[in-house]
């Protein structure tokens, strides 16, 4: 299936919707970017924005929940990936559960390190005292995806999100205010949620936004349009109450996203 890089889409009707969007927001884009100065010209053209409703059909390309896995390659985790091309028209094969299961569990591991949570860290595979004692935050995270994800994933696009997401969701918990309290678990549960979104969207519009067909300052500019609407609609999301332990933040996370599902339509 290739990786980000080369992938050119899929996502059955849903992808083609969200590419078309992103194909005539880029047709509109100015020549040059603008200035940023207090002497812009008059007939200075403003950057498009994309509206919120542009990433709605990200949801549609996630199929509804399947049930919970155990653990990072767990039955109920690849239950619903189904077969390449079945009712999403080819592409990759997501679904909600999957997704919020990894992005749970890393969520779970990195709060569990900032709270001193030792007992979710442990039923992990990871110990407290050690990632407290490496000084390299990049080795932390790291850790902390492979306890979410598992092994090395196997090329797929799908793959290649959770590990993302888990990774950027790890990274946020950790850094932010960290001097100060970490972040709520709903705070943590609509990152996730932003997280799972933007990086489908990405995916499937990469081809659009590659730099050499695109200008870098236009690729730039779309994505951090993405991940500013991913972050709008993820607020937009109903949440349960959530506690510290992987399976609760990946309940709330998938909840949360099949509760945007059926309140704005994207089925």
């Not at 028209?89 to 749970?104: I, K, M, V, Y």
Request: glycine share 12%.
């Amino acid at each position: 299936m290739g990786t980000k890089g080369s992938y050119t889409g899929g996502g059955g009707a849903a992808g083609n919707k969200l590419r078309k969007t992103i194909d005539d927001w880029l047709n509109e884009l100015p020549p040059t970017p603008p200035r940023i100065d207090q002497n812009l010209p008059d007939n200075q053209q403003p950057i498009p924005r994309l509206r919120p409703e542009s990433l709605l059909p990200v949801i549609g390309m996630f199929r509804p929940a399947t049930g919970h896995a155990d653990g990072p390659g767990g039955a109920g985790g690849n239950a619903g990936r189904g077969t390449p091309g079945a009712s999403h028209g080819g592409g990759a094969q997501r679904t909600t559960t999957r997704s919020a299961n990894t992005a749970g569990r890393a969520a779970a591991a990195a709060f569990g390190l900032r709270t001193g949570n030792t007992a979710v860290l442990r039923e992990l595979g990871l110990d407290y005292a050690s990632l407290r004692a490496n000084p390299d935050p990049i080795d932390v995270t790291r850790q902390i995806v492979a306890a979410a994800c598992g092994p090395l994933p196997d090329g797929t696009i799908e793959d290649e999100e959770q590990r993302v997401v888990a990774a950027m969701v790890a990274e946020w918990i950790l850094e932010s205010d960290a001097d100060g309290a970490p972040p709520s678990p709903e705070e943590v549960v609509r990152e996730a949620i932003t997280r799972i979104i933007f990086e489908a969207a990405s995916s499937e519009t990469a081809a659009r936004l590659r730099k050499g067909e695109r200008p870098e300052w236009a690729s730039e500019e779309a994505e951090r349009q993405l991940l500013e609407i991913a972050h709008a609609l993820a607020l937009r999301a109903p949440l349960s109450a959530t506690g510290p332990t992987a399976e609760e933040f990946s309940r709330a996370i998938e909840n949360g996203i099949e509760a945007m599902r059926l309140i704005q339509g994207a089925s």
